[in-house]
């Protein structure tokens, strides 16, 4: 239990405990702020409580998210009694802190529980079963299997990445000319620019949104799309990530830190939303409202992965595919069944969306999955 | 300038120069002012996020030094730039002179051949501090927002063929984000933050006052009430208080002392700035919008 404030002597201690308080809830504060925070208060600017607020407020926070945490910590580290304590001690709970990491979340996308270990399984895998992996359809993997695929899926999309980003590098040719380095070269020869020195256009980064189904029919893929998902972050910096079922979740955060588990544990608190069917229009509209305005600002490249069986209002889904296709640069939609032999998007929510979409591809095998670079690459 | 020594007499101020802020604001500006730190503000589009450096600029009596940020946005825009044609009139004109080499190189990367781009001003200032605003920074490359991390805690810059430059000014930073993409933890961390967001009805009406004196209360109440009512609906573009000023303003033009159906309709294109959001707002029924009349 931390210290409170009716338990500090001063001013000073104060604030130290306080910026201790706010760290152990979630709030990021460092060294630095702690000490202008104590500049603030020492050099006599704050006088009433209010400002105090309000000053510690602007040094403390960095987000109206934090903003909001901030206020609520704020309240109950300065304005509690030692004696309401008592009564309070078991209920205080604060989001924000850092949640746990569960390892039986894997089990909700269809890789079953892997605790009795599968030692038995030999782990040689030769090439042509490296192959035979990549070709076989992600749903019909099984748990042993799917442990090796993760193998070499992580090893491939590594790949993809560093290709991707080196392509990038390569088509770097014939830019302006670069008169700095020119001039810098060609003082050896009394002033005459001999060499012309190029200045490469550095490449534009593409902005890429992808918005991932993992309802209960996508079950068996998206733990390899997430995956996916991580590997096209090492590439692309500003890439936003979604995930979709009944209701939509953001995280883009939680794969900057690359911490899948994290992701997993967000959709697990979202339980109730594997039993519901997918609202693909819905969340869409939920998506462009929400998001809509910030991310889809300079037309990103967006992918859907989803297989398009939707079981909300098809007129919404039709709708917002035309908003979404318009404000992006290209979308892309990724569907799991269309690897299957005689699949024809037949389903009313594919059908509906179809018409808005750029690119429609398969992702039901690791292979296909890897042919998504080859768009990527150029969009 | 009078001292300022009491986050409220900020607000004082500011309302004097016509800018509405409360007390929230009114002490990270203080703190901006006496820490000495960079201020970031965010919010939604047109909420006097940019006009705040203007006005600081003219309370403290002082230039405003503005740099647009805009994606592709490099050093050679931002910091400085070296003068090449007159470079290439140096080496020129120093061709018969005796100096070595390495004589001549420095001649030519020195201050006189520098140009300054915003943020080497902005330090390089020589009589007093100014503001530096540092406009939609959520729109350049994250290379340069790990660059200014340099500029935001030591107030230095570097330049390889001359060196570090110090501030000889501490500038004052005001830097403003849409929010588009999320700001590095590094770069927040060094600044101050404040949220700026839609003002409510009274604060609106307040600021309209404030920039258009001399309003008739009765349209002021309606346009602002309309504003409002507009943010509620899930609009393409949610109007800022910049737009109600400009419909306001172009509404007094128009010789309008009062809102009707025919003004509403005419002038909505100061306030929504979407073919979409006009279709929909025009087609919804005027006096579905609950005007005081």
Redesign the interface.
Known sequence: MKQQAFSTGSITEGIVAFAQFSRSHGLNIGVQETQDALQAASANLITGQQEFKHALKAIFCTSPEEGRLYEQLFILFWETNPTDLRDQKNKRTIQGSVEKKTNNSLVMLGRGKSDQNSVEAKNVSGANETERLKKTDLSKINEMEAEQLEEIARKLFREMAVRLRRRLKESRRNGQINLRRTIRKSIASGGEPLDLYRKARSPKKQRLVVLLDVSGSMDKYSFFLLRFICALRENFRQLEAFVFSTSLIKVSKALQHNRLDLVLAALEAQTNTWSGGTKIGACLQEFSERHGKQILNGSPVVIIMSDGLDTGDISVLGQEMVKLQRKSKRLIWLNPLKGMKGYEPLAAGMKTALPSVNDFKSAHNLESILELENILADA | MQEIK??SSIIEILEKHHYVAD??F???L??LL??Q?P??I?GPPGVGKTEIALVLSQILETKLIRLQCY??L?INAAVYE?N?QK??LG??L??DSPFS?EE??KH?FSYEYLLKRPLLQSIMEEEKAPVLLIDELDRS??EFEAFLLELLSAFQLSIPEIGTIKATHKPYVVLTS?????LS?AL??RC????I?YPDMEKEMDIVRKRLPGIEQKLLEQVVSCVQQFRQQ?L???PGVSETIDWAESLMVLGYREMNAEAFKKTLGSVLKSAEDIDMIRSADFAEFNIAT
């Open positions: 009491h986050p007390d929230e009114a002490t990270a203080f703190l006496k820490l730190k201020l970031l965010e994606e592709g490099d070296w090449y470079q290439l080496i020129k120093q061709e080499i001549k190189e030519i490359d994250e849409n929010r588009t993409r999320e933890d927040k961390r101050l933050y404040h949220w967001d899930k393409s573009k949610t």
